[in-house]
């Protein structure tokens, strides 16, 4: 399985979460990861409680806190 950077899915996420955005479907085909994929690393972010502002400005992924690669899902 291909690993992805932090940078790049959260990337990916803040696309997924912007107004007006596309469907994971739809960013699959442009990215090439595949849209399952792309849907856990939203609902991960999605389920992740809200931040401090010191822990957001502290924080690699900023609001959006995904677990690790290879975390439990």
């Given amino acids: 399985m291909r690993e992805y950077s932090e940078s790049f899915k959260r990337k990916i996420v803040q696309r997924l979460l912007a107004p007006g955005g596309p469907t994971a479907v739809a960013l699959s085909a ?20 809200p931040m401090s502002d010191d822990a957001r400005r502290s924080a690699p992924w900023g609001e959006l806190r995904l677990p690790p690669a290879g975390g439990a899902a």
């Fill in 30 to 49: 442009e990215t090439g990861v595949h849209q399952t994929t792309l849907s856990r690393w939203l609902r991960d972010a999605r389920s992740l409680a």
